[in-house]
């Protein structure tokens, strides 16, 4: 059964920065392309990076939003996603969550895990 649980999340001002964590367990992990997600209050759940098995990295689904501020990396040794978060801005307030996409992997509809509850992220002005 797959298990991803995601920590880091807090409150911090504009321009500050956070590093979110994903350990996953009940997959190969260091075959699976992870992802960080994110949802806002009252808005879809959005792709905020992904990474490949590899290493290969995506921001985003226009890569404007995130890319330069945040950087998605992975230690296959520890199960582990990483999301770095710098200059943060308070539209990044949301939850941020962590799965495994299915297939392509920056779609937002086949996932391999269950959505966990998440790390909240509140960015103040």
């Known amino acids: 059964q797959v298990q991803l649980v995601e920590s880091g999340g807090g409150s911090v001002e504009a321009g500050g920065s956070l590093r979110l964590s994903c350990v996953a367990s009940?997959?190969?992990?260091?075959?699976?392309?992870m992802g960080w997600y994110r949802q806002a209050p009252g808005k879809q759940r959005e792709l905020v990076a992904v990474?490949?098995?590899?290493?290969?990295?995506?921001?985003?689904e226009d890569g404007e939003s995130v890319e330069g501020r945040f950087t998605i990396s992975r230690d296959n040794a520890k199960n582990t996603v990483y999301l770095q978060m710098n200059s943060l801005r308070p539209e990044d307030t949301a939850v941020y969550y962590c799965?495994?996409?299915?297939?392509?992997?920056?779609?937002?509809?086949?996932?391999?895990?269950?959505w966990g509850q998440g790390t909240q992220v509140t960015v103040s002005s």
């Open positions: 799965n495994a996409p299915r297939g392509r992997i920056k779609n937002l509809t086949n996932f391999i895990g269950s």
């Open positions: 009940g997959i190969t992990f260091s075959a699976q392309a």
């Open positions: 990474i490949t098995g590899e290493g290969r990295a995506y921001y985003g």
